[in-house]
């Protein structure tokens, strides 16, 4: 991949609309834009332009006009990717915006990669590796939780952590690299107490980013909840109270769902996926059959699990729900499990007590009415972690970057141990180097084509 020339792509979303974007960017982005844009002033050349402005005009070859258009310059270094930058704003149909592009093609100008204007970007120092992998995190955030985590990253939190954890380990690995060079006189450059204060700092710091890794994980990809139970306890109901809507059938024939239903909302800014299941018992029905197999399936993949069941039916069966309840347990031990008693607007309050009384951490639901409805939302909330996200920590969510932590806190104790054994400076500055490595490959001071290949392949075209 040459990043020599001049690129071309939509940047808004294909299809039509009010307004298209058509960017381009490289060193001859402006005179390639200039060649084919009449201003509506007349006479005005968009290279003798100051940076940052918009020109009203016309986009014009062979005497024929493709469209009345915005045209936005941005000079090198004050620009997105680094280089000089222009952006054509047009009306958004799918002929105009084509057209254009294949105008500027016919200019010379090549259809941009996925995720080259970010690369350009990284290339050209205006951002690191996390802050550009950020990039496409954002535009795929669709929660309140996942935007905020890809802007603190983006704004170079992240990376502001790792840069002065590397800057500070740096300090320390010259100090020994020059101890190295007066072995002879065996003198001592780097204090080594303060190298241990060093070295456990760095510890907490990086035990601290992985930790938050499993709060991360599941803000970016939302959490699977979900719904069990014997056939007609009100599981398709409760699906469509949280929802607000009549996404599943509900009927009184038991076995109604004979596959699961899945739909993703989002509780406090976090997404949450719940999955509709078929009912749990014997059967005969083939189809039946198959849905209760893809039932223990979701379970599986399933982050936390919510056992429904019929209240007015469970006070003659009580033992049969106790069991039921212990079987989830015993079989997922490390899932958390909600167990809620549904259809409660049929029980008295005295039957109300008794259910409570004999299962416990019971929570109840009328899900045809809709209370304690937002009882549950908030149980399933207080089940994930979300201190260090209204704390604005930082917060890791992409495994790239776990796996080069991990990697760098054991090189890091590696450092410590050989710091307990006391020894020489040359044994410990192998692993002092190896850590540092790690620590760049977060940011990106150490890459490679093959590494950013993979990400930027991830990103959409024109971004």
């Not at 469209?67 to 799918?94: I, R």
């Not at 999955?275 to 982050?303: L, P």
């Not at 809620?340 to 029980?347: R, T, Y």
């Amino acid at each position: 991949m040459t990043h020599q020339d001049t690129i071309v792509a939509l940047a808004t979303a294909s299809g039509s609309g009010a307004i298209a974007i058509v960017r381009l960017s490289g060193d001859e982005a402006i005179s390639k834009a200039d060649a084919c844009f009449r201003s509506v002033k007349g006479g005005k050349n968009l290279k003798d332009q100051a940076t940052h402005t918009i020109h009203l005009g016309h986009i014009v070859a062979d005497d024929r006009v493709y469209d009345e258009v915005l045209v936005s310059v941005f000079k090198n270094p004050n620009s997105y990717t680094g280089e000089d930058v222009v952006e054509v704003s047009c009306h958004g149909s799918q002929y105009i915006q084509q057209e254009i592009i294949q105008l500027f093609l016919r200019q010379g100008c090549r259809m941009a990669n996925p995720g080259e204007f970010t690369l350009r970007a990284f290339l050209n120092g205006k951002l690191d590796l996390s802050q550009a992998e950020a990039v496409a995190d954002l535009i795929a955030s669709d929660n309140e939780a996942s935007h905020q985590v890809a802007m603190q990253q983006m704004r170079g939190g992240f990376s502001s952590e790792i840069a002065k954890l590397r800057e500070e380990l740096l300090n320390f690995a010259s100090l020994i690299e020059l101890e190295l060079d007066f072995a002879e006189e065996d003198v001592e450059f780097a204090d080594r107490t303060q190298f241990k204060e060093l070295i456990e700092r760095i510890t907490f710091v990086l035990k601290r980013l992985m930790d938050s890794f499993a709060v991360g994980n599941v803000i970016k990809n939302g959490i699977p909840v979900a719904i069990v139970g014997e056939p007609n306890v009100g599981k398709s109901t409760l699906l469509n109270a949280l929802l607000n809507e009549e996404r599943a059938i509900v009927s009184e024939i038991a076995g109604t769902t004979r596959d699961t239903i899945e739909d993703e909302i989002s509780i406090g800014g976090i997404g949450f996926r719940f999955i509709d299941t078929a009912g749990i018992r014997d059967t005969k029905d083939v189809v039946e059959s198959i849905g209760i197999k893809k039932t223990f399936e979701k379970i599986e993949q399933a982050q936390v699990v919510v056992y429904l069941f019929d209240s007015a039916k469970a006070l003659s069966e009580l033992k049969v729900v106790q069991v039921e309840i212990e079987k989830i347990k015993n079989k997922y031990p490390q899932k958390p499990l909600l167990i809620i008693a549904n259809k409660i607007d049929q029980l008295t309050d005295e039957q109300l007590a008794l259910l409570q009384s004999q299962i416990k951490n019971v929570k109840l639901l009328s899900a045809k009415t809709g209370f304690g409805v937002e009882q549950l939302t908030n149980s399933l909330l207080d089940l994930i972690n979300t201190g260090a996200l209204r704390n604005n920590e930082t917060i890791i969510t992409n495994s790239r970057h776990y796996n080069a932590l991990l990697k760098a806190f054991e090189e890091v104790q590696k450092v410590k141990m050989g710091l307990d054994a006391d020894l020489s400076g040359d044994l410990l500055a192998i692993d002092i180097r190896q850590a540092l490595y790690h620590f760049g490959e977060i940011t990106g001071e150490i890459t490679n084509d093959d590494l950013l290949g993979n990400i930027f392949a991830n990103f959409c075209i024109g971004k």
